[in-house]
């Protein structure tokens, strides 16, 4: 995409002419982007709810990030497979069954790329995305 901005504001968004797949057509995602990015409702700060509470709160990024990590990093300790039977033998599978990945279709394919790896780094074997469901 390609997009005007002026004086820190965004002005347009178009598909990109000389991009060698679309050749500047846009899917409907696409085109919705200007609307989402320009949409007052747009959260630009991540929130967090406690739970009983009947608001949301605006965090940083980095308390969000590291909350996050805390309880990807607690569930998957307390849910590790190291080994399971095979036959009469116990084989090594070292994963977790407590967390999947689901994609986006708006991710590239770099992004795709990146996701898969971090979910097999953390021993997710349940990856999924969007656009097959």
Known sequence: ????VREG?????EGDFDHIVN??????????MFATHTSPQRLTAPRYRAPGSDHWE????????ERV???IKKIRDETWVATEMLGDR????????AIAFLGGAQNTN?????????????????VE?????
């Open 1 to 4: 995409m390609i997009a005007t």
């Open 9 to 13: 504001k965004l002005i347009t968004m």
């Open 23 to 32: 050749r500047g057509s846009l899917c409907v995602k696409g085109i919705s």
């Open 58 to 65: 605006e965090v940083s990024w980095k308390d969000a990030a």
């Open 69 to 71: 990590a805390r309880k």
């Open 90 to 97: 116990e084989v090594p599978v070292n994963r977790t069954d």
């Open 110 to 126: 770099e992004e795709c790329y990146l996701f898969q790896k971090a979910a097999r780094l953390l021993g997710m074997p349940f």
């Open 129 to 133: 995305h969007q656009a097959r469901l």
